[in-house]
């Protein structure tokens, strides 16, 4: 049975960090996309950012467009984590944050359809 587990949630004031892991067990990471999601009060889940293996060690990542520069995502193997270093947090990425995994490489990796497993979630609030 697949588990993702996700924590290092909790609230900050404007322009500080936090770092998400999300721990998987019964999944291997395989060239299949994990990505983290977030999803705020009142509004849809969004596509935050994704990883997948390429092969003979290089890693594609994507972002969404209102963290680019600021999140950087990552993967430990072999403590089977993926990461999200979150930067110059704004108010705007208040949210829970929830880990997806096993999106096919041709997929929309932002899409909330192309992911088969999920986390339960871990809240991130930012205050100004």
């Known amino acids: 049975q697949v588990q993702l587990v996700e924590s290092g949630g909790g609230s900050v004031q404007a322009g500080g960090s936090l770092r998400l892991s999300c721990a998987a067990s019964?999944?291997?990471?395989?060239?299949?996309?994990m990505g983290w999601f977030r999803q705020a009060p009142g509004k849809e889940r969004e596509g935050v950012a994704a990883i997948r293996n390429g092969g003979e060690g290089i890693y594609y990542t994507a972002y969404a467009d209102s963290v680019k520069g600021r999140f950087t995502i990552s993967h430990d193997k072999t403590k089977n984590t993926v990461f999200l270093q979150m930067n110059s947090l704004k108010p705007e990425d208040t949210a829970m944050y929830y880990c997806a995994a096993d999106a096919f490489p041709g997929s929309y990796w932002y899409s909330v359809n192309s992911y088969n497993y999920w986390g339960q979630g871990t809240q991130v609030t930012v205050s100004s």
């Open positions: 019964g999944y291997t990471y395989s060239r299949n996309y």
